[in-house]
């Protein structure tokens, strides 16, 4: 019975051996790559954390230059952030706020630079939607009415359609088309949320062009 179990037992060794030398390697390399996978994951994650905290610390530090005034010191950390973190929501936040400060300084042009690159760079919608809505309104006040209208033409998430058609409504209305002004408008208004506070300002922007606001547009189905 004894030297039976022995043989049983030296065929499966010698089926194991087998088994081993044909897929052995392959079995082997499988697990090499699934462990380097695992720490290739570990390694990413641990990266874009130590990333966002860097980042984070860098908007602080343009957060805190930007209430000294100091525009020097703005300009560079601003640099520093879109040269090192510019895939960031820190980044983008950053760069809607440097675009206020040139502004409220009376330097359009850069204001203007710090929204272009911010509708260009990021990769958010939302972000996008609002730098090319200050972008468009920078043009306007310059007088650049077909670059606005351009920059508006262009792909836009829809909860911010109506605020693009407010916007074009405004560019219109500035060269003198009342009419494509007022069909603006009334888009605007069937696109926006009645318990939007702006909703009265684009009432009496369709009053100065003699529209009713609910009866316009109870009456314009096909305006768009």
């Known amino acids: 019975m004894a030297n039976n179990l022995d043989l049983e037992e030296q065929e499966q060794l010698d089926s194991l051996k087998h088994f081993w030398r044909q897929y052995g390697n392959l079995i082997s390399w499988g697990l090499i790559l699934v462990m380097a996978s695992f720490a290739g994951w570990n390694a990413y994650q641990y990266w874009q954390r130590s990333q966002a905290a860097q980042a984070a610390a860098m908007f602080d530090e343009v957060e805190r230059v930007v209430v000294t005034g100091d525009m020097a010191k703005i300009e560079r950390a601003f640099t520093d952030m879109k040269q090192k973190f510019s895939g960031t929501s820190y980044a983008q936040q950053a760069g809607l706020m440097v675009a206020k400060v040139y502004l409220d300084a009376g ?3 850069e204001a ?5 690159w911010l509708s260009e760079m990021t990769s958010d919608d939302g972000y996008q939607a ?24 262009s792909p836009f998430p829809d909860e ?5 058609s407010d916007r074009r409504g405004d560019v219109y209305l500035a060269q003198g088309k009342r009419t494509e002004a007022l069909q603006e408008y009334l888009a605007a208004e069937k696109l926006m949320d009645d318990q939007m506070q702006y909703r009265r300002l684009l009432d009496v922007k369709l009053a100065s062009l003699g529209a009713n606001p609910k009866q316009a547009a109870s009456s314009t189905e096909g305006v768009k």
């Open 160 to 164: 911010f359609k109506a605020l693009v």
């Open 112 to 116: 203007r630079s710090a929204l272009v």
């Open 130 to 153: 609002v730098a090319k809505l200050r972008l468009v309104g920078l043009l306007f006040e310059s007088g650049s009415f077909d670059e606005a209208l351009k920059l508006l033409s």
């Open 107 to 109: 330097r359009p042009a």
